[in-house]
């Protein structure tokens, strides 16, 4: 069976979680490849809702393994929090389906003490809106060569050692730079220490997981192709790379291992935190998709700014990521509206232009370019194929299609597993 990466193809938020949870059936195994718990995957599931910030969707799926690959960065207390949760829901949360790379950098208390310090200090224009979980400062240590990796819990005095270290230079920091009380590495971990110990029998190859199945194996990213650290909309980003290349480096395998690859498009565009947005609405319609769309971050409960597809973006994001396929997802969103439009290109310095500009900050400064159609009236979140889709609907689709040269695979029509086709 053919291996699947799943991407976000915009500003995150695209519905990822319940493309995953889907594909997971079929699945051996699923993977994340990136991010940390900066991410909110909400799945739906016979109305029931159940939110994941670091154990892979396919959790739900009994049987399944679940793997965190090398690229994630993890916060045990929270990893052990969602053990919790889900044991309480009678979920299988062993270590003989689950793994978590001996090579994964794991966020400590220090981490995010340094973030949220570090965004408190900026001016409001500056504010990247970091969600202060410590995902920065983690990958900071990581390409430092002074971080914490999750093998290092299973050798005590290794662990206590590499904390004494790395609180060495951040201690002065706080005391001089931030005005923050220095921090005793002993504190440290003794505040670890009691996930340290229920992380121990989860550890493992989870490059070697991934040569040995023998079925698929999904590959889950995190956040949005706009929100990678080289791609994105630097400076408003996140701190890795969330494109499809990095399901490989980001959980050891081969490129050559991953065969089908799925963009997730939701039918709208949406952001959380700073950075320019040309799409972004402040009208009826914008606040119409925020509220029908329930548009609130997974992880910080944040609204979420609303604007109209932006096909600039999503093509960078063809040219970035390969896709095979499309999954559109909140199409149900849209019905309602008399009139949708689609931004097809950039007015920029004189110039039209069909990808985000290079420059840094470019996009704040870009006019969206409009191609309008009209909408439709009909609830189809009962539609449970293409050909029940009202006439326009499909028009829509079909044009998304023109534009990136992808062809749409997979449609969502609400919140629940049973709602895709």
């Known amino acids: 069976m053919a291996n699947i990466v799943v991407f976000g193809s915009q500003w995150g938020d695209e519905g990822k979680g319940k493309i995953v949870d889907m594909l997971a059936e079929k699945s051996e195994a699923i993977v994340r490849f990136q991010g940390g718990n900066n991410a909110g995957h909400t ?45 309480a829901k009678g979920i299988d949360v062993s270590a003989d389906r689950m793994m978590i790379s001996k090579k994964t950098h794991v966020i400590m208390p220090y981490h995010k003490v340094i973030d949220a310090a570090r965004e408190a200090a900026k001016s409001d224009s500056a504010k990247i809106g970091t969600t202060g979980r410590g995902i920065g400062p983690c990958y900071e240590d990581k390409m430092h060569r002074c971080g914490i990796r999750a093998a290092d819990f299973a050798d005590p005095a290794l662990l206590k050692e590499k904390i004494k270290t790395a609180l060495e ?124 769309g329930h548009e609130f971050g997974a992880t910080t409960g944040r609204k979420r700014r609303c604007g109209w597809l932006d096909l600039v973006v999503l093509k960078e994001s063809v040219r970035l990521n390969g896709p095979t396929e499309l999954a559109i997802t909140k199409l149900d969103v849209m019905s309602g509206l008399k009139e949708l439009k689609l931004c097809v290109a950039y007015e920029y310095k004189g110039e039209q232009i069909f990808y985000p500009p290079q420059e840094q900050n470019g996009m704040a400064y870009v006019t969206p370019v409009y191609e309008s159609m009209p909408g439709w009236d009909e609830d189809i979140t009962g539609v449970r194929s293409w050909d029940e889709l009202p006439e326009n609907a499909v028009k829509y689709l079909r044009r998304i299609e023109e534009i990136t040269g992808v062809k749409v695979g997979i449609v969502s029509v609400g919140p629940d597993r049973v709602q895709t086709f």
Request: with cysteine; net charge negative.
């Open 43 to 87: 799945l739906v599931v016979d109305g029931e809702q159940c939110i994941l910030h670091l154990i892979p969707s396919g959790i739900l799926h009994p049987g399944k393994k679940c793997l965190i690959g090398n690229g994630v960065v993890l916060d045990p207390v929270v990893f052990c929090e969602e053990l919790d949760k889900l044991d």
């Open 169 to 292: 230079e951040k201690n002065v920091l706080f005391k001089h730079l931030y005005g923050v009380e220095p921090i005793d590495a002993d504190t440290v971990y003794d505040e670890v220490r009691s996930s340290v110990e229920r992380l121990i029998p989860y550890l493992g190859d989870v490059s070697s997981a991934i040569q040995q199945a023998n079925g698929a194996v999904l590959f889950e990213g995190a956040q949005g192709t706009h929100l990678d650290i080289d791609h994105g909309t630097y400076p408003f980003v996140t701190s890795s790379n969330t494109v499809t290349p990095n399901a490989a480096s980001g959980t050891g395998c081969s490129p050559r291992d991953l065969d089908r690859i799925i963009a997730i498009v939701k039918a709208y565009t949406t952001r959380v935190g700073g950075g320019p947005f040309a799409t972004e609405l402040e009208d009826a319609d914008g606040k119409y998709m925020q509220e029908k």
